[in-house]
């Protein structure tokens, strides 16, 4: 059913084997399809990074930007056709490194986007350097010792920013990662939508999975619900939304003044 949203001549992806990043994009066609996203009122639009070349083999209209600023090229986008369903695909270096500051500032303002952050906890596409998302004590190319920086829980981070909507979920959960993303993209608000997906090639041969089923178990076993005691062996590991609320939203709030100076 979703092959009509697929460019299929650009097909084989250029994702590793075991990548996640399928597996977001087959759910989140499915979320659309539930909530009548298509391709005539939804615009996809996505930075640098692994995740980031998702928009490329769909059929959806599509801005891939520079790195780190896909959230100004979609504020843009939403301020000039309020109309539109915008929906952000990011990585974990796009969103909270690089793009770290648009994204507190898009929470603050409530502008109608839809976030979508696969966190796969390293830099993918170049050479699995450690990101601002990857857990603490986690080996990379540049953490041969293991990280001791402080990972964001982008959760907290973007409810105490402003987001009116903030859900975690992860590749193995993915009736509850359609759901969060069908939640995020009924909001009326900025939403963000945070899936745990471990990457195959970098941090997991660098963490010891041996291949992509026991990191899919791992996730199984350590993802708990919020407010409950589970294993917590990596950070970072409860699901949920973490925020869910209304406040007013910008492009509604931009058009109210203009009407007001209108009338001056």
């Not at 648009?102 to 979508?116: Q, Y």
Request: aromatic fraction near 8%; include cysteine; hydrophobic fraction near 35%.
């Amino acid at each position: 059913m979703m092959t009509k949203y697929l460019e299929i001549s650009h097909m084989p992806t250029i994702w590793c084997s075991g990548c996640g990043n399928g597996i977001v994009m087959n759910t989140m066609l499915r979320a659309f399809e539930e909530e009548a996203l298509t391709p005539d009122n939804t615009v996809i639009v996505s930075g640098i990074g692994c995740s980031s070349r998702m928009p490329g083999y769909l059929t959806f209209p599509s801005v891939h930007t520079a790195h780190g600023r896909a959230i100004p090229f979609a504020t843009g986008l939403k301020m000039a056709r309020p109309d539109l369903n915008i929906v952000i695909v990011s990585g974990d270096g796009d969103a909270a490194a690089i793009g770290g500051n648009h994204l507190i500032h898009a929470c603050r303002r409530n502008l109608d986007l839809t976030l979508i952050i696969i966190n796969n906890e390293t830099y993918g596409m170049t050479n699995g350097q450690f990101s601002p998302l990857t857990p603490i004590g986690s080996f990379s190319s540049t953490s041969e010792y293991g990280s001791i920086d402080r990972p964001f829980d982008v959760m907290k981070l973007c409810a105490a920013a402003g987001a009116t909507y903030a859900a975690r979920s992860s590749v193995y959960h993915t009736e509850q990662l359609k759901r969060f993303i069908s939640e995020g993209t009924r909001n009326h608000g900025f939403s963000v939508i945070e899936c745990l997906s471990i990457c195959p090639t970098h941090y997991g041969k660098d963490n010891g999975f041996s291949d992509p089923v026991e990191m899919m178990n791992f996730l199984r076993d350590n993802c708990t619900w919020m407010g409950k005691d589970g294993k917590r062996k990596k950070y970072c590991m409860d699901l949920g939304v973490f925020c869910g609320e209304s406040a007013p939203e910008y492009s509604d709030e931009y058009a109210k003044m203009r009407d007001r100076v209108r009338l001056l």
